[in-house]
């Protein structure tokens, strides 16, 4: 059983604080461009191959991107939650490379599915951080609300059993049920990757 140790734990690692800055300065910058007239998410934000809107850096750049103050409060918050823990454990540059394949792999694998609407925010990156946390934490504990503790993996379950309910009975809520679970497809797959090429620089 892997127990955390973290070697030099910093409460706030670099990479995880310089994602913050930039998705809030992002945010401040679309409040500021929209009420100029300016929708700066035409260009940002994820679009489906079949609107004719998709651009190529859209896969990147809708990460930085949120709908308005509680999307991008809570993301941030479990990136820092989630993200301080596992770049203390990997280092910043492992930690950089997952959390940016996370969120672009899904990206593109979202934009491939026909009928899905446009998407914005990091929350498929944050939940590719969720389950390398469950993974390399099983038996830690979370605590809901601060009222009930659960085993990590138990939370990490539940999580991908309801985002796959919800993706497929209630995929026009708003919400890009698939495209958090292809952030944590992706994480699951560079996991398993590293552990059996555990010397890669990769």
């Known amino acids: 059983m892997t127990q955390y ?4 734990f910093s409460f706030l690692p670099t990479a995880v604080k310089h994602l913050l800055i930039i998705n809030v300065l992002v945010f401040g910058a679309d409040i500021v461009m929209e009420r100029q007239g300016i929708a700066i998410e035409n260009y940002l934000a994820l679009f489906s191959r079949e609107t004719g809107m998709f651009q190529f850096w859209q896969p990147l750049s809708y990460m930085f991107m949120h709908a308005n103050f ?16 596992m770049e ?15 969120g672009i792999g899904a990206g593109l694998l979202y934009a491939m599915i026909p009928g899905l609407h446009v998407t914005v925010g990091a929350s498929a990156a944050v939940y590719g951080l969720l389950l390398a946390f469950g993974m390399t934490f099983p038996n830690e504990y979370i605590y809901l609300y601060f009222l009930m503790p659960i085993k990590t993996k138990w939370f990490i379950g539940g999580m991908i059993a309801i985002e796959l309910i919800q993706g497929i009975f209630y995929s026009y809520d708003g919400i890009a049920h698939f495209a958090h679970l292809g952030g944590m497809l992706i994480g699951f797959l560079l996991i398993m990757w590293w552990r059996k090429h555990p010397f890669s620089k990769f």
């Open 5 to 8: 140790q973290p070697q030099g």
């Open 70 to 85: 509680s999307h991008i409060f809570f993301n941030m918050f479990n990136l820092w939650m989630f993200g301080a823990a």
């Open 88 to 102: 203390n454990f990997w280092g910043t540059r492992r930690f950089i490379i997952y959390y940016l394949a996370c």
